[in-house]
T-cell receptor
């Protein structure tokens, strides 16, 4: 199946700093990518839809100024967690859809804010 | 909200078939059913998807009822490495996948 790569896989940052997570589709072009967050023992929660060349659309309750999304090319979307706090510690996962079929997921990024 | 309901957990003996059910009674005519699984601390892995016909690939089979209100994922010969959380998802417009709680499958020796 298609490959989606996330980087970094783990990151620890200090409270108040910003962290950037990259999501790349390696063997296909993705006009749309999706960002999810997962807390321990919970399911994935959709945060936002990343659209190449336009603004991201955010799910209800997700702060767009805190979770900045940029989708500058057909193979790369980035999620920046700004002014991170301990409650932002979570597992962040991206996905990209390989038209016309399935969406494929990255391996996830474990963010720990200390 | 997720449009699917699944049992929270199931056990299966190694080597036997694992049959995972899913209800999606409010599915629309052009909405696909997708199955993914997630092994601890990894991103979800695509398994299979279908619209109304039964589907089979190297990983699993998907049986969709004629009224499309439910489906069953079949892992024909479960191994210990199939232990994971399995998610049945109806894909929304725009390609969104909304995850429910899934079924935690434990394959036991």
């Amino acid at each position: 199946g298609a490959v989606v790569s996330q980087h970094p896989s783990r990151v620890i940052c200090k409270s108040g700093t910003s962290v950037k997570i990259e999501c790349r589709s390696l063997d296909f072009q993705a006009t749309t990518m999706f960002w999810y967050r997962q807390f321990p023992k919970q399911s994935l929660m959709l945060m936002a839809t990343s659209n190449e060349g336009s603004k991201a659309t955010y799910e209800q309750g997700v702060e767009k100024d805190k979770f900045l999304i940029n989708h500058a090319s057909l193979t790369l979307s980035t999620l920046t967690v700004t002014s991170a706090h301990p409650e932002d510690s979570s597992f962040y996962i991206c996905s990209a859809r390989d038209p016309p079929g399935a969406a494929f997921f990255g391996q996830g990024t474990r963010l720990t804010v200390v | 909200d997720a449009k699917t309901t699944q049992p929270p957990s199931m056990d299966c003996a190694e080597g036997r078939a694992a049959n995972l059910p899913c209800n999606h009674s409010t599915i629309s005519g052009n909405e696909y059913v997708y199955w993914y699984r997630q092994i601890h601390s990894q991103g979800p892995q695509y398994i299979i998807h279908g619209l109304k016909n039964n589907e089979t690939n190297e990983m699993a089979s998907l049986i969709i009822t004629e009224d499309r209100k439910s489906s069953t994922l079949i892992l024909p010969h479960a191994t210990l490495r199939d232990t994971a959380v399995y998610y049945c998802i109806v894909r929304l417009q725009g390609g969104k996948l909304i995850f429910g709680q899934g079924t935690e499958l434990s394959v036991k020796p």
